[in-house]
């Protein structure tokens, strides 16, 4: 249920960027890392909702999956997270959880300017 705020926030960010440029939003490129917990469906099927009537009406979401990091305690190694284990690949060490994977945010925003006044 938190994917409703965060689309609000999101639809929010993209309407403010159209007003300025007195345009609409076309497309919203996210980046979701898969530990942030957020569904990227969930997020499409708010903001469908949300943008009804605003300049971010009919824009395209595009998402970006972060796959999760650990970082190895022993040697510093980076890895990807393999389910149920937390084992270094290089030295068998113990991975502590990076803040890759969490991420959350959006990446850019893409407008439609219509230049004409007719
Ligand atoms: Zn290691």
Redesign the pocket.
């Given at each position: 249920m938190h994917e409703y705020s965060v689309t609000v926030r999101i639809a929010k960010i993209a309407c403010d960027e159209a007003e300025k440029a007195h345009g609409r939003v076309r497309e919203i490129d996210l980046v979701v890392g898969d530990e942030a917990g957020f569904v990227g469906e969930s997020i499409q099927m708010y903001f469908d909702v949300v943008s009804r009537g605003t300049p971010c009406e009919g824009a395209r979401l595009t998402i970006e999956r972060v796959r999760p990091k650990l970082r190895?305690s022993?040697?510093?190694?980076l890895f990807e997270k393999k389910p149920f284990s937390f084992a270094?690949p290089?030295?068998?060490?113990n991975g502590t959880p990076t803040e890759i994977g969490r991420e959350f945010y959006v990446k850019s925003v893409k407008l439609e300017v219509s230049d004409s006044c007719t």
């Open positions: 190895c022993s040697c510093g190694a270094c290089l030295c068998g060490g």
